[in-house]
C-alpha cells in the first residue's frame, strides 16, 4: 500500500496523527496531499458543518467550547476548526481558541484545530475547506468552525457551513452595528450572548425587529428561499418552484409546524402575528444557559435543509464557488511568477507612460496568460 493509500486508511481510522498532517499539508500547500484527498472524496459529505460567527468580544469560543459538550451529551463525535489571527513573527495561529476548551483534551471523540488566518480575509483560513473534507472523512458527525472576529465583510463562512449561528452581545457600543447588512444576511440562528449583562433584551429585540423588516421587504437573505420552500413542503404555497424541494424527510417533515406562517407570502396579511422568522436566543455561555436550545435549533435547521433538498444545493454552491476561488489563486500564482512579473511591470510602466491605454495594456497581459477577455 503506498504512503497516500495508507493514509487515507488512517485518516477513515481516526487517527488523529494522520488527521493532523494531513491538515498540515493543507496549510502549507503540499502537493502530496493531493492524492490522499483523491482517495478520501468517497467517504465525504456526511458531517454536519456549522458556523460561529460575529464580533470580537462576543463570547464565540466559549459558546462553542458549550455547544461541543451538548453535542457530546448526544453522543456525537464533533471537530472544531479554530480560525485564530496569525502570529506577526511565526504565521502560525495565537491558539487562544484552542485554550478555552482544555477540558475537551482528553476526549477522544473531540478533535480541536486552530488554523492561522495567513492573512486570509474574510473570518476564515485558506485551508479551512480542505481541513473540514479530512474531519468529514475521518468520521466526525459535527465539524464546527469558529471564525475569527468578523465585521460586515468577512463573510466566508456563507461558503463552508451548512448551518450559520451569527453570535451577537450586548455592550459593543452602538449595538445596531451588530445588525447590518452583511454579517446579519448570512445567518441561519442568531444567538445574543452574555445575555446576563444590560442591553441583552435591547438587542434581541434590535435582531428581530431587523429579520421582520427584511422578511416582509423581501429582502434576500441566507433564510429566505429555504423558508420559501418549507412553506411549499407544508402546502403553504401554491405553484411553487418544485425543483428546489427534493429528497424530503418523513422525520423532518412531520417536525416542521405546519400551523406557522413560513415565508413572504405572508406579508400580504394585514395581522402576520404567525410570521415565521429565524431562531433567535439568548444565551450565557459562561454558565451553559440556552446552549442546549441552541444545539436543538442548530439540530432543526439540519433537518430541514434535509427536507427542502437545500443541504445538496447549498453544497453544490459552495464548491463552485470554492472551485472558482482555487482557479483564481493559480491565476494569480502565474501572474506572479518569474516569467510574468517583469511583463506585468512593462506593461505598467507604458500605462503610466500614456504610451498604452489600461484597456489594450489588460488585453495583451491576457494573451500572455492565454485568457480569452471579453470585457
Not at 210 to 223: C, I
Not at 269 to 288: R, W
Not at 332 to 359: C, H, M, P, R, W
Request: proline share 2%; glycine share 10%.
Amino acid at each position: 500500500m503506498d504512503d497516500s493509500l495508507l493514509s487515507a486508511d488512517k485518516i477513515r481510522k481516526g487517527d488523529t496523527r494522520y488527521i493532523a498532517r494531513l491538515i498540515s499539508m493543507a496549510e502549507n500547500g503540499d502537493p502530496q496531499r493531493i492524492e490522499v484527498f483523491k482517495a478520501l472524496h468517497g467517504d465525504t459529505g456526511k458531517a454536519h458543518v456549522i458556523g460561529i460567527t460575529g464580533p470580537p468580544g462576543s463570547g464565540k469560543s466559549t459558546l462553542t467550547d458549550k455547544i461541543v459538550g451538548e453535542l457530546r451529551r448526544l453522543d456525537k463525535k464533533v471537530a472544531v476548526l479554530a480560525v485564530d489571527p496569525s502570529s506577526p513573527f511565526s504565521g502560525g495561529a495565537i491558539l487562544g481558541d484552542r485554550i478555552r476548551m482544555q477540558r475537551h483534551a482528553t476526549d477522544d471523540s473531540v478533535y480541536i484545530r486552530s488554523l492561522a488566518t495567513r492573512g486570509h480575509l474574510g473570518g476564515l483560513s485558506q485551508a479551512v475547506y480542505e481541513s473540514v473534507r479530512v474531519l468529514d472523512a475521518a468520521g466526525f458527525d459535527s465539524i464546527i468552525i469558529e471564525t475569527v472576529g468578523v465585521g460586515q465583510s468577512e463573510v466566508d463562512i456563507v461558503r463552508c457551513a451548512d448551518t450559520i449561528v451569527l453570535v451577537s452581545v450586548p455592550g459593543l457600543g452602538d449595538d445596531i452595528q451588530t445588525i447590518k447588512a452583511g454579517v446579519m444576511e448570512i445567518g441561519d440562528i442568531f444567538a445574543v450572548n452574555k445575555a446576563d449583562k444590560d442591553g441583552a433584551k435591547r438587542v434581541l429585540r434590535e435582531i428581530k425587529a431587523m429579520l421582520e423588516t427584511a422578511v416582509l421587504n423581501g429582502a434576500v437573505t441566507r433564510f429566505s428561499e429555504l423558508f420559501q420552500a418549507r412553506a411549499h413542503l407544508n402546502g403553504k404555497t401554491s405553484g411553487a418552484d418544485n425543483s428546489t424541494i427534493s429528497g424530503a424527510n418523513s422525520g423532518a417533515e412531520k417536525r416542521i409546524n405546519t400551523d406557522a406562517g413560513a415565508f413572504h407570502h405572508i406579508a400580504a396579511v394585514a395581522a402576520h402575528s404567525g410570521l415565521e422568522l429565524p431562531p433567535v436566543l439568548a444565551t450565557v455561555a459562561e454558565t451553559g444557559e440556552g446552549v442546549r436550545e441552541l444545539v436543538l435549533e442548530i439540530q432543526n435547521h439540519a433537518e430541514d435543509l434535509c427536507a427542502t433538498g437545500f443541504l445538496s444545493r447549498r453544497r453544490k454552491e459552495n464548491i463552485a464557488w470554492e472551485l472558482k476561488d482555487a482557479l483564481y489563486r493559480q491565476m494569480l500564482k502565474k501572474l506572479e511568477g518569474n516569467e510574468t512579473s517583469g511583463l506585468l511591470s512593462d506593461i505598467a510602466k507604458s500605462v503610466v507612460d500614456i504610451q498604452t491605454d489600461f484597456y489594450d495594456a489588460l488585453e495583451g497581459l491576457a494573451k500572455a496568460l492565454k485568457i480569452e477577455m471579453s470585457i
